[in-house]
Nanobody
């Protein structure tokens, strides 16, 4: 399984960016997909995660307090892709963003996967 992330870049404070992360490979079920970020000198932290429900309307989402109301995580189940829409960006959102997924490739097992990081820089 591979995760391919894209969408980072440079934006001014108050602007928006959308990150995408597509999972490919031997996938039976995507149990959860989300985003973490790591700023220079800081530990990696959860930004947002979407846990798969029986139906897409049953999905659950969890956000870091610092991004609630500004970031939205969504998914396209058919494409095994998760998106992170980031609005009202702040300089403190500057970090390398990493896609993460928990994926089952069999009915008895699941694994954690990480994508390559994508840099988001927010200028003041």
């Amino acid at each position: 399984v591979q995760l391919q992330a894209s969408g980072g870049g440079l934006v001014q404070a108050g602007g928006s960016l959308r990150l995408s992360c597509a999972a490919s490979g031997s996938i039976l079920r995507v149990n959860a997909m989300g985003w973490y970020r790591q700023a220079p000198g800081k530990q990696r932290e959860l930004v947002a995660v979407r846990t798969t429900g029986t139906m897409i309307t049953d999905d659950s989402t969890n956000y870091a307090d610092s991004v609630k109301g500004r970031f939205t995580i969504s998914r396209d189940n058919a494409k095994n892709t998760v998106y992170l829409q980031m609005n009202s960006l702040k300089p403190e959102d500057t970090a390398v963003y990493f896609c993460h997924a928990q994926i089952s490739d069999s009915p008895w097992d699941s694994h954690h996967y990480w994508g390559q990081g994508t840099l988001v820089t927010v200028s003041s």
